[in-house]
């Protein structure tokens, strides 16, 4: 018999005042100056008591980023708050749990996810704590809910670097779904699964491209580009804080838009203007 189940809600949200829904996301992923979650319910025991209960934004779903069936499975969605720019959330099952409980979810459905905290590499996240018996529970409150629009990111010495604070800084973006201007590849192999070194005039950032994404049947931007993608971050160096490694986890190629260079803007705004001076030239013979 299965402890937790799935239960589909579409298009419906009932409210609960108090309790478990008295606190957001944001709340949720408070860190100390090391970086480790300080939000009480964060690696506590998993009694009810301590389970927190949010609705989100799916920014990443099950098919997005991780595989359920290659490697070492995972199931697992990136979430965010609706009704803020701040607070997203990751919640993982590894492969010992009974997935066949979890739907498969895509990135715009909106959701309730009722589970436990725990510090993860640099993020709390929601786990099931390696058990089976822990499962976490989702409920699909509306599958068509869409994208959230991307916060865009001022630039990249904005997002890497560490504040305890989350006034600036990874910790602000962090499980966000954001976009990153004018910014080209300076180091790496592109193709799925892999990370590259990108950067604009202010620093540097990993791009991590999803193994689950199209990567492989495109070739690598050559100059600047936009990108959109879930700001994350997997801080596994070792140096006893969890400060370092944010990344920027891409999803398929479509994400990435080449920007023009300045004078192929220049040459297609004096072809406009030419085009224009030919018309009217055409018009005036007309009118002879």
């Not at 790496?188 to 699964?193: D, Q, Y």
């Not at 495109?218 to 160096?237: I, L, M, R, S, W």
Request: some cysteine.
């Amino acid at each position: 018999m299965k402890t937790f189940g799935v239960v589909a809600m579409v298009g419906v949200l009932t409210w609960v005042s108090g309790g478990a829904f008295g606190d957001v996301i944001w709340d949720y992923e408070a860190v100390n100056a090391l970086g480790y979650g300080t939000y009480p319910k964060v690696d506590a025991d998993p009694a009810d008591a301590n389970k927190v209960t949010f609705t989100g934004l799916v920014i990443g779903g099950t098919e997005d980023f991780v595989s359920r069936t290659a490697g070492f499975a995972m199931y697992s969605l990136w979430v965010q708050d609706p009704n803020s720019t701040k607070g997203g959330i990751q919640c993982w099952a590894g492969p010992w749990s009974d997935w066949s409980a979890y739907p498969i979810i895509h990135g715009g459905t909106r959701v309730s996810i009722t589970g436990w905290l725990a510090n993860n590499n640099g993020k709390v996240f929601v786990n099931d704590r390696h058990s089976p018996a822990l499962m976490w529970t989702v409920q699909v409150l509306d599958p068509n809910a869409g994208m959230p629009a991307p916060q865009i990111i001022p630039s990249v010495s904005a997002c890497n670097y560490f504040d305890a604070t989350r006034a600036g800084g990874g910790e602000l973006y962090q499980t966000r779904w954001v976009e990153l201007q004018n910014v080209e590849i300076v180091s790496g192999t592109w193709g799925a699964g892999n990370s590259l070194t990108i950067s604009d005039s202010t620093g540097t950032l990993t791009m991590l491209l999803s193994g689950m994404g199209d990567f492989n049947s495109f070739a690598a931007p050559t100059g600047k580009f936009n990108v959109y993608g879930v700001f994350d971050q997997e801080d596994t160096n070792g140096d006893g804080d969890y400060q370092d490694m944010y990344r920027l986890w891409v999803k398929n190629a479509s994400d990435i838009t080449a920007v023009p260079e300045p004078c192929t803007m220049a040459l297609g705004g004096l072809a406009l203007a030419g085009g224009w001076f030919v018309r009217r030239a055409a018009a005036k013979g007309e009118r002879s």
